[in-house]
């Protein structure tokens, strides 16, 4: 279950619009370059000899997919929160104010 959500969210976020350039225009271009990818969701894949070798992308993008691989790796993490999703469906809900009173708020 949990390779499949990554790889699902890998072809969402990586094969989605994908902009290809060469490495020999990446060097000439590459403060344009970093500039684009200061927008999030707008990667700069660079080929090598014909294939993608790297991709230049906005920092705090990688940092959310990666602490999204952490979290959907996690077993513990990922029963927690389908054991949510399955309360909320079932209408097991805690009020706000539950809540601050149990967190002596």
Do not use: H
């Amino acid at each position: 279950m949990t390779i499949r959500c990554i790889d699902i969210l890998y072809r969402l976020l990586y094969t989605f619009d994908m902009n290809t350039i060469s490495l020999t225009q990446a060097r000439a271009t590459l403060p344009n370059l970093v500039n684009l990818a200061t927008n999030v969701f707008n990667k700069t894949y660079i080929s090598v000899n014909g294939k993608v070798g790297a991709v230049l992308m906005n920092a705090r993008e990688l940092e959310l997919l990666e602490a999204t691989v952490e979290v959907l790796s996690d077993e513990k993490a990922m029963k927690t929160l389908k054991q949510g999703k399955s309360d909320v469906r079932k209408g097991k809900l805690i009020s706000w104010e539950e809540i601050k009173k149990e967190l002596g708020l």
